[in-house]
């Protein structure tokens, strides 16, 4: 079976990634607010809380998938993992 080999990625990175998404989920807040003819007070909310709600969803998942990488990585890995840190199956 072929192992998709994926690089680790370090916190920066994540922290990185997050502020994207959050940024991303702020734009797209303040095009509704505009759209929408808002009051500022109304539009500053809204983008507030997308920004806030989506990028800790994402740091989330992202951080759920990064776990997951570090028990569940590749042949190479399960070989130089230290005895007893993992499940072997004979």
């Known amino acids: 079976m072929a192992y998709l080999r994926i690089p680790n990625r370090n916190t920066s990175t994540l ?6 998404a ?3 989920a702020a734009t797209v ?12 007070q109304m539009s500053l909310m809204i983008i507030v809380i997308a920004s806030v709600l989506f ?18 990585g590749s042949p190479e890995d399960k070989q130089n993992r230290p005895p007893g ?6």
């Open 15 to 20: 922290v990185f990634e997050t502020l994207l």
């Open 22 to 24: 959050m940024a991303a």
């Open 29 to 40: 807040a303040l095009i509704y607010g505009l759209a929408a003819e808002l009051s500022w």
């Open 55 to 72: 990028g800790g969803v994402f740091f989330s998942i992202q951080s759920m998938r990064t776990a997951g990488r570090k028990f569940n």
């Open 85 to 90: 840190t993992g499940t072997s199956r004979s």
